[in-house]
Structure formats: structure tokens, C-alpha cells
């Protein structure tokens, strides 16, 4: 199975626990793994056959500017869910990554992964 990624996808957007996170537009990094296969688009040359990283991308941004939430969880789970829909997909892994949340480090954050690669 081939792999469509998204490395470190900038997202600004409300999410927190704390009344004052819900005040704030915080950064988040994506990393994204979709599992595919690339074959019918590379026979022809078509993004109509594959998964558009462009549009997932766009899809990831406009999501969590429509849907906030408290938890990196509860955003990781939401979006997943909705990837999957979406783009009938197999087999994701998507990392969310909240830098300057724990000063300590450079980031903190979740991994998801559902489905099953084949």
C-alpha cells in the first residue's frame, strides 16, 4: 500500500480547555498518513484517481475553524472520523501536535490511527 502524507500542516485555531485558550487562536501541527494506492492515478496522470493532499489539507484547516473543542482528543477523533467518511479511507495516522503548551517542551500533542493497512 502507498502512503499520501501532509508534514507539518499549520493550522491557527480555538482550542483549549482553559477559558482563557477559548480567547485565542493557538497553533496546531498536523502530520497526516493515508494509505492508498497510487497505481490508477499514475496510469493516466489523473488527480481525479488519488487522494488530493491540496484538498485534505484545506478540509483539515476549514475543520477546525468550524468545530472547536476543549481536547486535542476530541479534535483528533472528530476529524478522523471525518477524513475517513470522506475520502473512504483504509487506513489513517494523523498526529496533532500543540507547540508552547507544556514550556518544558517543544510540543505536545496526540497520534490517531485507524484502520488497516493492507
Known amino acids: 500500500m502507498d502512503i499520501i502524507f501532509i508534514e507539518g500542516l499549520k493550522v491557527h485555531t480555538t482550542i483549549g480547555y482553559y477559558e482563557w485558550e477559548k480567547k485565542i487562536k493557538q497553533l496546531l501541527v498536523f502530520d497526516i498518513d493515508i494509505a492508498t494506492d497510487v497505481r490508477p492515478a499514475a496510469s493516466n496522470d489523473e488527480l481525479a484517481k488519488t487522494i488530493d493532499y491540496a484538498e485534505v489539507s484545506e478540509f483539515v484547516e476549514q475543520f477546525c475553524q468550524e468545530n472547536p473543542v476543549d481536547l486535542l482528543e476530541t479534535l483528533g477523533q472528530r476529524l478522523v472520523d471525518s477524513l475517513i467518511s470522506k475520502y ?26 485507524r484502520g488497516e493497512r493492507s
Do not use: S
Request: aromatic share 4%; net charge neutral; hydrophobic share 55%.
Open 88 to 113: 473512504q479511507i483504509d487506513w489513517i495516522r494523523i498526529k496533532i501536535a500543540k507547540p508552547g503548551a507544556v514550556e518544558q517542551a517543544n510540543a505536545v500533542g496526540i497520534i490517531i490511527e
